[in-house]
Every structure is written in C-alpha cells, then in structure tokens.
DNA sequence: GTCGTTGCAAAGCCTTTGCAGGGAA
DNA sequence: TTCCCTGCAAAGGCTTTGCAACGAC
C-alpha cells in the first residue's frame, strides 16, 4: 500500500502545476518550498513510482538531461531552442497516424521532438 | 589538425556499417575487433568528435541510454519494441511540416519516436 | 504496532578528464 | 620533430540503494 506524506504530495503537486518539463533539481527546489527537509531521494523514488503508474511522464533532453512532466496533459509534442536550450510544450499533434511505420509493427505511442529557435532566440 | 588513426578508422567503420543505433559498449566490441587495443575513452571521445562535426548523430534511449548512428542515412525514424527493447529504423517521414510550431517558432529539424511491438513481440 | 517512507550517506552507473607515452604527418 | 591521439586511471555527474529513524494508517 502506498501512503499518503507531505512529501508525496509536495512532488506531485509541483508536477501538476508546472507547464513545461522540469529536471529533478528544479522539483527538489519547488517542492523545498512546500516541504523544507525534501530530499533528493525522496523525488527520485517518488517521481520513479509516478512514472510507473503512468501519472508521469519522461523526456530526455540532449544537454539538461532527463524530464518529467505530469501524464495528464493533452497530447502534445515538444520544442527545444537551440539558442536558450529551454524546452517548450507545442499543442496538438502534426504525425500522420497512418502507415507510419513498416507492416508487422504495432505503434502504441509516439513522440515527436522539434528543435530550432524560439522566438526570443529567433529575431 | 585530426589526425587519421586506426582506432579512429575503426570506430568510424563500425558505425558506418550498422544498420541501426549502437550504444558505446557496441561500438567499443565491434571496434575491438578491429583495433584489438581499442579503449572506451577513445570511443567516447572520438563519438563526441563526430557528434560535432555533424557525421553522427546522437538517440536518446530511455532505457538503454545514448545511442549513435551515421548522419549521413536518409531522413527516418525510430521505432522502440516495448517487448524486445530494440530499436528499429522506420524509412520515411510522417511529420506534417506545416505550422507544426506556435508562430514565431522556427523549426530547423525535428525526430520522431514510435513506441510499441515489433513484428516478433506483437504475435 | 506495522510497515511503507524518508533522510542521509555510500555505492553504482555512465561519461569526462589529466597525464605520460606513442604515433601520424 | 611536433603535437595530436591513445590508454589508463582517477574524477565527475546523475541516479540508485542500504539502513536506521520516522510517521501514516
């Protein structure tokens, strides 16, 4: 069984809240302000059960390493600026569903990544 | 100046002559067998050579890390076998390219990951 | 009172780096 | 001969794990 402590709830709170992916320091760093003692184990277990019950889900970042970000949003892709190297959520979904991939092979999911310039970086 | 050296040809070969993304370890055990004396930090630092100057390109694997194949490979995608854990190349493009980004954004290249069951683990 | 959770520190990966010897040009 | 490259080993990050104390139920 899984108990319900203040830390728990600190980390997913702090995922939920946030509209772009965050790193596990910046979890740690919002989730102090909730709960001060919060430890960076605590997150990463807590974010790894998350993650294994589907309320989270990962992203890998080439140079920032690895992401999470909450399950619950719409299916979205995201944009990574090579100018600041953030990482920004980009609504809808621009795949096209069908004969994507060789006969034989079942797609379950997709993910599609963009990289170029923000429009910060961009003028 | 970069000089040609045998440990330097053999780590380009093998990954020149993979048909899919290879992790350090593969390239390392292929490379070796060109190159008995072969070392891991030579693979690593000339992968990240190559990385630079655009000949190889870098996958993301959630589970089996970073992965490098050739960048010299037409456009595709990747495709990850949820029961095996392989990775597969998928020929083509299924990205629509038209206004994939919010305005403003400028979109210079973008990667696409399928997940699910590959011809052998969905039977 | 149980037993899942936490904080701390140590241990484990993967990757990078310092250094001295070796080899390409 | 020059100085880039390699092998080795140590050091660096990020992530996981062991353990005793803590706290939810």
Redesign the pocket.
Not at 1 to 8: A, E, I, P
């Given at each position: 069984?899984?108990?319900?402590?203040?830390?728990?709830s600190a980390?997913e709170q702090v995922i939920q809240d946030s509209d772009r992916p965050m790193?596990?320091?910046e979890i740690l760093s919002k989730g102090k302000e909730i709960?001060?003692?919060?430890?960076?184990?605590?997150?990463?277990?807590?974010?790894?059960?998350l993650l294994d019950c589907g309320t989270v889900r990962q992203i890998l970042h080439p140079t920032q390493?690895?992401l999470y970000e909450t399950a619950e949003k719409d299916h979205h892709h995201h944009f990574h600026c090579h100018g600041c190297n953030k990482v920004y959520d980009v609504p809808g979904c621009a795949l096209k569903e069908d004969g994507i991939a060789p006969k034989g092979f079942v797609v379950e999911d997709h993910e599609v990544f963009l990289y170029g310039k923000c429009p910060e970086c961009s003028g």
């Open positions: 069984m899984t108990r319900q402590t203040s830390q728990r980390i790193g596990i320091d709960v001060e003692s919060l430890n960076q184990a605590t997150v990463y277990r807590n974010v790894k059960l390493g690895t």
